[in-house]
């Protein structure tokens, strides 16, 4: 199978399979069947004599001999036998499940395989392990107060907790019982072990109860040579002096690689940035004078991202895919844009959508049967209103490559779909302000790099926005304004948010080409900018932005302030050049 014959006897086909990883394909099939063969013979209750051969075979099956397994496979092979001939020899005729025989064999020869102990060297044991068995050193380490004795969170609820009896198991003492054992086997020395302060955040981590019940006891009994007279308090403070000692953190681990964005370089970018630690290095390290488009528009979209992502080389992913194992009704809010983006651009070229149909429900991407039918056709609906809105501008199209100097700067890129009209752009979903500002800057080039016409951008239910014409000369100034705002924003970050793109859209007034200053507009805007913000029920709010929490731990007045004023400098040309419809 390849790449231009997809499906085939409605199979998806999936070249990237071949070589090796078909062998692999091979290896699991053939390791699916052994399982298959395995649940028809365990899944029927059979006589002793049956079983008894069982493991032999299972093993021959699933294992493979060598030095290292051949002992604990035979092992396993004798405890079986063994645990069969005993029910043999009894006489026991009836049928029995394995799961009955499984349970009885974990239960005679799982708690068997003791510890083993070896002279000369140090062992790494539990505390119940050692059975009293005498060491010349003994070490406990981890010996902190979440750790012994473990606290059971749950105990709230129990029951037992709350009524207790005389033979109830109590956890506490168990490790009391178990912490006097340990000392009672130690010949000479015992240590105990605990990190005093977190390696994180530097807090306070105390030691378990325990040994604060052992100093406690050694003070009240017992005093150095010559401290008799001391009163307890002194001599509490001197005993732990000489028998605690407090080790320094470079014991614990040793600092490698270390990258020069340091949390206290980090603090100084945001709270001290004309004193940026990174301006020198940047311009020595990267030729800001070439710029590509693309980069150009990435960085305009999210200024904060692009931050972290190009000048400090952080890229953070927090969202894991989660595995569902349950038939899915509903597709996956990334996959379903993805699915849409590719169908509109379909229909817009007038390609066949049936063929991709069958593509998605063989992937597993759509729900089986009607549920992804339904899906399907939901959205064709949907997606062929953009596209019949799309086609009414789309003639004549071509592409043109740039090469555009701006004083000492070279804008380097091609710009695509160029109509008749001029730039034509389309989405799914509808326009939010990262849309605006993209057709904005590839509005910028086309008409500095001489191109004559409006752009425009089609989204969900014929929302559009465009801007009119612009002379080379004034297209020319802008652009030169937000390439000097990209350079700044590299090395320092530029706060431009969507909850202060939110609020210049209630605040400013397109017709008069202004911004309203009455009371009631700007209660208006500052409700809009924190409603982006926080978010609701339905949207994750601008805070929750992985890369937004690394710049503002908590919105002052100070910082609203500061997203307005970078919203007003950089979109209020977007709204002022805004095509109004008449």
């Known amino acids: 199978m390849n790449d231009t014959e997809t499906i085939w006897n409605n199979i998806l086909s999936c070249s990237l399979i071949n070589g090796s990883r078909a062998e692999l394909i091979g290896k699991l099939i053939i390791f699916i069947k052994v399982l298959k063969k395995w649940q028809n013979k365990l899944s029927k209750s059979q006589n002793l004599t049956y079983w008894r051969s069982l493991s032999k075979n299972l093993i021959n099956d699933f294992f493979y001999y060598n030095k290292k397994t051949e002992q604990s496979i035979h092992m396993i092979h004798r405890y079986w036998i063994e645990m069969i001939d005993d029910g043999?020899?009894?006489?026991?005729?009836?049928?029995?499940?394995?799961?009955?025989?499984?349970?009885?064999?974990?239960?005679?020869?799982?708690?068997?395989?003791?510890?083993?102990?070896?002279?000369?060297?140090?062992?790494?044991?539990?505390?119940?392990?050692?059975?009293?068995?005498?060491?010349?050193?003994?070490?406990?380490?981890?010996?902190?107060?979440?750790?012994?004795?473990?606290?059971?969170?749950?105990?709230?609820?129990?029951?037992?907790?709350?009524?207790?009896?005389?033979?109830?198991?109590?956890?506490?003492?168990?490790?009391?019982?178990?912490?006097?054992?340990?000392?009672?086997?130690?010949?000479?020395?015992?240590?105990?072990?605990?990190?005093?302060?977190?390696?994180?955040?530097?807090?306070?981590i105390y030691p378990s109860v325990l040994v604060d019940q052992l100093l406690n006891y050694i003070a009240f009994n017992f005093y150095l040579i010559g401290d008799k007279n001391l009163t307890l308090k002194d001599n509490t403070k001197k005993?732990?002096?000489?028998?605690?000692?407090?080790?320094?953190?470079?014991?614990?681990?040793?600092?490698?690689?270390?990258?020069?964005?340091?949390?206290?370089?980090?603090?100084?970018?945001?709270?001290?940035?004309?004193?940026?630690?990174?301006?020198?290095?940047?311009?020595?390290?990267?030729?800001?004078?070439?710029i590509n488009i693309k980069d150009l528009i990435d960085f305009w979209k999210n200024p904060i991202r692009y931050f972290f992502n190009f000048s400090l080389n952080i890229k953070i992913n927090i969202k894991k895919q989660i595995l569902n194992t349950t038939e899915p009704f509903l597709v996956d809010q990334l996959e379903a844009f993805k699915i849409k983006n590719i169908l509109l651009n379909k229909i817009i070229n007038n390609q066949n959508t049936i063929k991709l149909f069958q593509y998605y429900i063989l992937s597993g991407k759509l729900p089986y049967h009607f549920f992804g039918k339904i899906f399907w056709d939901q959205n064709i609906k949907?997606?062929?209103?953009?596209?019949?809105?799309?086609?009414?501008?789309?003639?004549?199209?071509?592409?043109?490559?740039?090469?555009?100097?701006?004083?000492?700067?070279?804008?380097?890129?091609?710009?695509?779909?160029?109509?008749?009209?001029?730039?034509?752009?389309w989405k799914i979903n509808r326009i939010n302000y990262s849309d605006r500002i993209s057709l904005w800057l590839e509005h910028l080039i086309y008409s500095a790099s001489g191109g004559d016409g409006e752009s425009i951008i089609i989204g969900y239910k014929n929302q559009n926005w465009s801007f009119s014409s612009l002379r080379p000369d004034i297209a020319y100034?802008?652009?030169?304004?937000?390439?000097?705002?990209?350079?700044?924003?590299?090395?320092?970050?530029?706060?431009?948010?969507?909850?202060?793109?939110?609020?210049?859209?209630?605040v400013y007034d397109i017709k008069n080409n202004s911004i309203k200053n009455d009371d009631h507009t700007k209660r208006k805007g500052y409700k809009k900018l924190l409603e982006t913000w926080m978010g609701n029920s339905y949207v994750e709010g601008e805070k929750e932005n992985c890369y937004i929490k690394n710049i503002f731990k908590e919105l002052s007045t100070n910082d609203i302030k500061k997203i307005c004023e970078t919203a007003k400098k950089w979109l209020t040309p977007i709204l002022k050049n805004k095509k109004i419809k008449k």
């Open 382 to 425: 949907e997606i062929t209103l953009i596209a019949k809105e799309v086609m009414k501008y789309r003639v004549l199209t071509h592409e043109k490559k740039i090469n555009l100097n701006i004083e000492k700067y070279q804008i380097n890129g091609i710009l695509y779909e160029i109509q008749k009209i001029g730039l034509l752009r």
């Open 477 to 506: 100034n802008y652009l030169l304004k937000y390439i000097k705002g990209y350079i700044k924003g590299i090395r320092q970050p530029l706060l431009l948010t969507k909850s202060g793109a939110s609020w210049l859209d209630q």
């Open 88 to 204: 043999l020899s009894s006489n026991y005729s009836n049928k029995i499940s394995i799961n009955i025989l499984k349970k009885n064999f974990f239960y005679k020869y799982y708690h068997t395989d003791n510890q083993m102990f070896f002279p000369g060297v140090v062992n790494f044991c539990h505390p119940a392990s050692i059975c009293y068995i005498p060491f010349k050193i003994i070490c406990i380490i981890g010996f902190d107060h979440l750790s012994i004795p473990k606290i059971n969170h749950l105990d709230n609820f129990n029951l037992l907790k709350k009524y207790p009896l005389i033979e109830d198991i109590d956890i506490y003492q168990k490790y009391c019982y178990l912490f006097i054992q340990s000392i009672s086997c130690a010949e000479k020395y015992f240590y105990i072990s605990y990190v005093g302060y977190s390696l994180k955040d530097e807090s306070k």
């Open 239 to 290: 005993l732990i002096k000489h028998l605690c000692k407090k080790y320094k953190k470079q014991y614990f681990y040793e600092k490698k690689n270390i990258n020069y964005l340091t949390k206290e370089n980090f603090n100084k970018i945001f709270k001290y940035p004309e004193k940026n630690i990174y301006e020198k290095d940047l311009l020595n390290k990267n030729n800001f004078n070439k």
